[in-house]
């Protein structure tokens, strides 16, 4: 099995909307989303859990995790949003970075916005990749 890091701050908005689309999405078994953070927050955001729950991704028992240097080795690629110089940088891990704004704190519409625009993102990077 293949892991792809999600990472962001927080790992309670964009990098659990990340791995949930991802693994929603895939087409190959041999092939996962994991998520987490730099700084973890206590929870979920709750503006994410609630327009996670409106495309049908329950995140209600999703606890947002510490990005170490360690769990960073055990993936084939990070994707990062947001949390730039403080993700770890890995030899051989393939690294990519998505400008995406942090919904925390912001109104459901807009939170939406970002919802779909990860979710988009999602879908191009695996029908590139082949996942």
């Known amino acids: 099995m293949t892991d792809i890091m999600f990472a962001c701050v927080h790992n309670a908005g964009r990098s659990q909307m990340a791995a949930a ?14 998520s987490a953070g730099t700084q973890p927050a206590s929870e979920v955001h709750d503006v994410v859990r609630e327009i996670m729950l ?4 329950d995140l209600s028992n999703i606890t947002p995790k510490k990005l170490t240097p360690e769990l960073a080795e055990t993936v084939s690629t990070i994707v ?34 970002i919802r779909d625009e990860i979710q988009d993102k999602i879908k191009t990077f695996i029908a590139e990749n082949k996942y």
Not at 21 to 33: I, S
């Open 21 to 34: 689309f991802f693994n929603k999405h895939r087409t190959q078994d041999t092939v996962k989303g994991i």
């Open 80 to 113: 990062t949003m947001g949390c730039g110089e403080t993700c770890p940088f890995v030899p051989g891990v393939k690294m990519v970075d998505w400008s995406i704004t942090d919904p925390k704190n912001k109104p459901l519409q807009e939170a939406r916005e």
């Open 54 to 57: 409106e495309v049908g991704i």
